[in-house]
């Protein structure tokens, strides 16, 4: 019998793609609707279950910045072979988000029985959410917001890029929290921040959920809950990109910081009475 059915998955997959690029941390939010359904959040099937339906959001990425991330990519291989095409610009951003993503890569797999272990726990999950929480609201009111997205150097892509293994091992503290709150403390505005989270999120994850799929279908989740997920994940997180970038481009991270400080202590309570298994 599969570890996560097809309903479950249906519902997982809603979850994953409202909040994969949000900044509330969905690993966070994935954990707390499995372990509301009574399904094992360090079970190693569902931990491959989780990561595998990212790649779900990630398509809806790479779908929704098609024409940017062609013209990235067909710049970075023009580069490879014309020297004159290697001071464009588009050719330079593709190696920084390739350098910025190794950190991230090294530490994933050196942390990896933590990360599926102890590290899993609700309480870290509740604990990250709300010392995020934190991080956001300074980083959002210390940013001066000047920079935009043609501004951003080799420099800010590695800063970025390294914040993400913050949300590798702290689930909770949200991989586009992270990534946008380092962003606007290098003084990037808000829609240059969630772009290059955006666009750093794209290999990371995707090799996440390739990675992890041997796991999630070798140790107990059939191959109909992931296709299921992984579709409902695309077609919500398709959405939830449009909302954000319009959301960002006029308003402030504060509505992100309360909602997770609320979840956070919902949490938080949900264990200290019983209510949730860690």
Not at 115 to 142: K, N
Not at 163 to 177: D, T, V
Request: with cysteine.
């Amino acid at each position: 019998m599969s570890a996560i059915s097809v309903g479950q998955a249906v519902v997982l997959g809603v979850v994953e793609g409202v909040t994969e690029f949000l900044p509330v941390s969905s690993t966070g939010h994935l954990k707390i609707a499995e372990g509301l359904m009574s399904i094992p959040v360090d079970d190693k099937s569902v931990v491959g279950f989780s990561a595998v339906i990212q790649v779900g959001a990630i398509a809806a990425v790479l779908v929704y910045f098609f024409k940017d991330i062609k013209r990235i990519v067909s710049a970075w291989f023009r580069g490879l072979t014309n020297r004159e095409e290697r001071y464009h610009r588009d050719y330079k951003f593709a190696w920084w988000v390739i350098a910025a993503t190794i950190p991230i890569v090294l530490v994933g797999l050196a942390a990896k029985p933590l990360i599926d272990g102890p590290l899993a726990s609700l309480w870290v999950v509740a604990g990250s959410l709300i010392v995020g929480s934190g991080v956001m609201w300074c980083a959002d009111q210390m940013g001066r917001h000047k920079r935009g997205e043609d501004d951003t150097s080799f420099k800010d892509a590695m800063w970025v890029g390294c914040s993400q293994i913050l949300a590798l091992l702290f689930p909770g503290f949200s991989r586009s929290g992270a990534t946008m709150s380092t962003a606007l403390i290098l003084d990037l505005d808000r829609v240059a921040a969630t772009r290059l989270s955006f666009f750093l999120g794209i290999p990371a994850l995707t090799g996440a959920g390739i990675y992890e799929l041997k796991d999630a279908l070798g140790a107990g989740v059939g191959a109909a809950p992931l296709a299921v997920g992984t579709l409902v994940s695309f077609v919500v997180a398709y959405a939830s990109i449009a909302w954000l970038l319009k959301f960002v481009a006029k308003h402030s991270f504060n509505a992100f910081v309360i909602y997770r400080i609320i979840i956070g202590l919902g949490l938080i309570g949900l264990l200290t009475t019983g209510a949730l298994n860690a």
